[in-house]
């Protein structure tokens, strides 16, 4: 495979793959090289220091031959840093085979001039996610992966809907409603002190926290229900057709799913909130969505009061005002059994 054979679209979402790739890691230099059923590599992506200068060599004696020919990622010792001297580890560069179905499409690679504080699971899980994703943009799939990004308005990190689109989605939910009497709710969500879990483990592993509280959304929702990213922690899900008292059930479902999801992922336990509005003839889509925003804050006011226990949704009709669920302490646990509904 060489630059020549990629169409236009594959090449520009490979670019953004490795844009957003290097950025999460704050990496100096970048490049996604492809490699033909032939063993031929070329060079298909470069970016930060790689884009105006020499590039990385690839030679079967380099850091990135070597990667090539290995599974999932490779982690270079900054010099002067060796596994089993002792001293902390630390990272000149990361990269990671690509796959594709019959064997390697190539690698992706990000670049550190001074070593990376970043974990060694920090790298790989950063790199195995983008070699994922650069190898669905090589294949056959390049120009869906492409269409996905920019059209159908789909947040990369979590796979859930952007703003945008949500809004859209949300209007055309309500237009329905109105015309044919169907119930619609809707329900926030985010973490409780997710700042701090930016400022104490780095902004890799909240972009990691973010993506399976994603993954775990779109995982516990109905298929027609609306899943969106309204921006940093803070996500929406419209559940059409559906009371206050369903979408109660529904949000604790989530949250439960979110929590436990996150503990998965990365091992910290972590507290969700949630607040549930249901909407009302006459009501438009903003003042919908700015009632669950009021429960979603109720909420996170009463687990703070609480010690940061974790509770049931809060739930408003709209008109009664804010109604609080019982509360019952919740720790995620790879054990943990989901509650029945």
């Given amino acids: 495979m060489t630059k020549s054979d990629q169409p236009d679209k ?3 979402s490979l670019d953004v793959v490795l844009r957003c790739f290097a950025s999460a890691l704050d990496a100096d230099s970048g490049i996604i090289v492809g490699q033909g059923p032939e063993g031929k590599v070329e060079l298909l992506s470069a970016a930060g220091y790689a884009a105006r200068r020499a590039t990385v060599p ?10 090539l020919k290995t599974a999932g990622a490779s982690l270079e010792p900054a010099s002067g840093w060796r596994e089993g001297d002792g001293a902390p580890d630390a990272w000149h560069a990361v990269a990671c085979r690509i796959e594709g179905p019959d064997g390697s499409l190539g690698a992706i690679y990000a670049g550190f001039e001074r070593p990376s504080p970043l974990t060694r699971g920090q790298l790989t899980w950063a790199a195995e996610s983008h070699a994922r994703l650069a190898g669905l943009c090589m294949t056959g799939r390049g120009d869906a992966v492409s269409e996905v990004l920019r059209s159908t308005g789909i947040d990369q990190l979590t796979g859930c809907l952007r703003y945008e689109r949500v809004m859209e989605m949300l209007s055309g939910e309500v237009q329905r409603s109105t015309r044919q009497g169907h119930s619609l709710s809707c329900c926030f969500l985010d973490i409780n002190g997710f700042q701090a879990i930016n400022e104490e483990h780095g902004h890799v592993t ?5 993506a399976s509280m ?3 959304l779109i995982g516990s929702a109905r298929g027609f229900d609306c899943v969106g990213r309204l921006g940093g922690d803070e996500f929406v899900v419209v559940m059409p057709e559906t009371t206050l008292a369903q979408a109660g059930q529904a ?3 989530m949250r439960f799913s979110v929590e436990a999801g996150v503990f998965t992922a990365t ?3 972590i507290s969700a909130s949630a607040g549930v509005a249901q909407w009302k003839r006459g009501d438009s889509m903003v003042q919908l969505l700015d009632v669950s925003d009021r429960a979603l804050q109720t909420d996170k006011s009463a687990s703070t009061a609480h010690g940061d226990i974790t509770s049931g949704p809060v739930i408003s009709d709209g008109i009664l005002g804010l109604v609080r669920a019982a509360r019952s302490k919740v720790t995620p646990s790879p054990g943990r059994k989901n ?3």
């Fill in 10 to 12: 594959t090449l520009t």
């Fill in 58 to 67: 690839w030679t079967s004696g380099s850091f990135l031959g070597q990667a």
């Fill in 206 to 210: 909240g972009n990691k926290v973010l």
């Fill in 214 to 216: 994603g993954r775990a």
């Fill in 251 to 253: 949000a604790a479902r």
């Fill in 267 to 269: 091992g910290l336990e």
């Fill in 339 to 341: 509650p029945e509904h």
